[in-house]
């Protein structure tokens, strides 16, 4: 594999010095939503070159396993499943078996878009994060123990989308992790740094014995960590599909976890063994009229509020210069928060699980149409807004209530083009930093095991407004939570018929701006995707514009005050990675936020 150092602006080089530890120089962080995982320091990324194959995963041992399913001839699906393995034992505060994913795949002549997102419990309460004042519960009481764990998806989905589109046998994909998992792995300075005074998993008896040592201090950096109980699941599952962790032993830990903590849960087996993947169709806009971006459609707002933003973009007047001194200028970041927040508050009022809460019209295609986003677009003026009204693309006797804005947190993302040209993009998700805090060992009582979600907390606390009026993302049984995950593919409309890109990154509802900074800075702007990766990284969430910490100059900021705009700024720690054709293979980039690599032949 070929790798070279991008070129980067001394500008640029300048303004990471000293990174490792962004100090905001003003941060009300109440207004601000939290971000899903610690920054946890800044390590340049090289950007990387292939010619047939490409794997970019959130941490080493995860891209190696990818990347060896391809080299033993698996296609993009079977490197996925091994990376997704691997990640949750490697990266387990981000994703694993005990969450849930959203699938966008190539297979070679169709696009497909697999949902694996969790779902809630048949007997769920929408009152479930209320006090008994009918005030919601505070972020962190809510996201404890087993009332926040919902039905797990990925393993299920996984399967279902590998047996349309899988090479290699099931149970090979399953190999690295399993070996990793008894053989143990180096504990990596982000996760070490994540554990360092982590006092919910100190509370749950298994995180305990399995993440910290008899002091009650984490194990450090380098040490090697073994996980039997871990690989003895995986290895059930290897053996019987999902339904070694929909049924039986697995099952009936799972569930007893989830019932006899201190907050006990209402999941059963029942729901474990009823969960279904769904197969959606992915939605694709046209954008710059060259670019045909697809993403994920509802219970994902991602591709949605992206592709307004984009959209509204398109409809304005561009900045004479976008970039000043190699970064975002004033006027460009006024144009993209006031879209972003004009996207959050459709965001807010629409976007919900599409088996319980119809589109606009019948139709998400509504909330993109040319005409709304024309009269979405004169909507932004000279001076910031502050906070966007949600519109009305079409007439519609319902009445959403607004949903009002909580947290929503961890993630990971995987990108992997194979030989023969399938790709896929894969963010997949346990919610909060390490899950609902609760570990499962499927009852087998031989240390460690995996970690449970706690989507439940994605829905809204509040089922409805003080007015009544039904919020759309409301606790309801067997819904799935609304996401801001964004798995993106992106098509060359002037070439052949498969992607020219793939990328997504974790980040929780800042996800939707890593992904639309990524995509302008390479696609309209013309950076490499290393160097549109290592640009900082901005947005708004219909509230404050929000700028990533120290990396913006002073003037930038004094610019966007003179407007109006509210100005914080904030470690916002993206996990982008992203995969571009170039004329003689493919392009790679990782995100120098966090630990992923990307490794290609």
């Known amino acids: ?31 601000l939503p939290p971000m899903p995982e610690p920054a946890s320091g800044w390590t340049a990324k090289p950007g990387w070159h292939a010619q047939r194959f490409m794997v970019a995963a959130a941490n080493p041992l995860a891209t190696q396993a990818g990347y060896d399913m391809l080299r033993a001839g698996g296609s993009a699906l079977d490197a996925a499943i091994a990376v997704q393995m691997v990640l949750g034992l490697v990266e387990p505060q981000s994703s694993g078996i005990g969450g849930g994913a959203f699938l966008l795949l190539w297979d070679g002549r169709a696009l497909q878009a697999w949902d694996g997102r969790e779902t809630a419990p048949k007997v769920a309460d929408p009152r479930a994060f209320l006090k008994p004042d009918g005030q919601p519960l ?6 404890d123990g087993g009332r926040a764990v919902a039905t797990p998806g990925v393993v299920p989905m996984l399967e279902a989308a590998h047996r349309e589109a899988g090479r290699l046998p099931w149970a090979r994909l399953f190999e690295p992790a399993i070996a990793l998992a008894e053989g143990g792995f180096a504990i990596s300075p982000r996760l070490h740094s994540l554990l360092v005074g ?7 008896p298994l995180a305990r014995a399995y993440f910290f040592d008899a002091a009650g201090q984490p194990h450090p950096v380098g040490h090697r960590l073994r996980n039997p109980a871990l690989a003895a699941v995986l290895r ?13 032993p697995i099952a009936t830990d799972l569930v007893r976890r989830v019932d006899q903590h201190a907050v006990p849960g209402v999941l059963t087996e029942a729901d474990l063994a009823a969960y279904q993947p769904r197969r959606r169709e992915a939605l694709c806009t046209d954008w710059l009229q060259r670019w045909r971006v697809c993403g994920f459609p509802p219970p994902s707002s991602g591709h949605l509020a992206l592709m307004q933003i984009l959209g509204v973009l398109e409809r304005l007047p561009p900045p004479a210069q976008p970039l000043q001194g190699g970064l975002p200028g004033p006027d460009w970041l006024h144009q993209y928060t006031e879209a972003a927040r004009l996207a959050y508050a459709d965001r807010g009022r629409f976007v ?7 589109a606009p019209g019948g139709d998400w295609s509504t909330l993109l149409a040319d005409e709304y986003l024309r009269r979405r677009a004169a909507l932004v003026g000279a001076r910031s807004m502050g906070q966007a009204p949600a519109g009305e693309p079409v007439p519609s006797p319902l009445s959403w209530a607004d949903m009002p804005e909580q947290p929503e947190h961890g993630t990971s ?4 083009v194979d030989g023969e040209g399938r790709a896929l993009a894969m963010t997949t998700t346990i919610e909060y930093l390490f899950g609902a805090g609760l570990m499962a060992d499927g009852g087998t009582g031989l240390g460690g095991g995996y970690l449970l979600n706690n989507e439940m907390s994605d829905f809204s606390a509040r089922p409805a407004d003080s007015q009544g009026r039904p919020i759309a993302n409301r606790i309801e049984p067997g819904k799935r939570p609304r996401s801001s995950m964004s798995p993106t593919l992106v098509f060359d409309r002037q070439g052949g018929p498969g992607p020219v890109m793939s990328l997504g990154s974790p980040g929780g ?4 701006h890593f992904v639309a900074k990524t995509l302008i800075a390479h696609l309209q ?16 969430f219909n509230g404050p514009t929000v700028l990533e910490s120290r990396r913006f100059p002073a003037a930038t900021l004094d610019a966007l005050r003179a407007r109006g705009h509210e100005v914080n700024e904030t470690a916002l720690p993206s996990g982008l990675q992203a995969i571009r054709r170039t004329p003689d293979g493919w392009s790679g980039g990782s995100d120098p936020r966090r630990e992923g690599v990307v490794m290609g032949d």
């Open 1 to 31: 594999m070929r790798q070279r150092r991008p070129w980067v602006p001394l500008a640029l080089v300048l303004a990471l010095a000293g990174c490792g530890a962004p100090v905001p120089r003003e941060t009300p962080a109440a207004a």
């Open 138 to 143: 505070p972020f962190l009481q809510a996201i």
């Open 413 to 416: 993302h995987i990108s992997i």
């Open 198 to 204: 982590n006092a919910r998993l100190q509370r749950d």
């Open 352 to 358: 919900a699980d599409p088996d319980f809460v119809p």
């Open 236 to 248: 059930a599952i290897a053996q019987r599909g999902s339904a070694a962790m929909s049924t039986g």
């Open 525 to 540: 702007w013309g950076l490499d995707a290393q160097r549109a990766i290592d640009l900082p990284n901005f947005g708004s």
């Open 509 to 512: 509802p800042a996800i939707i």
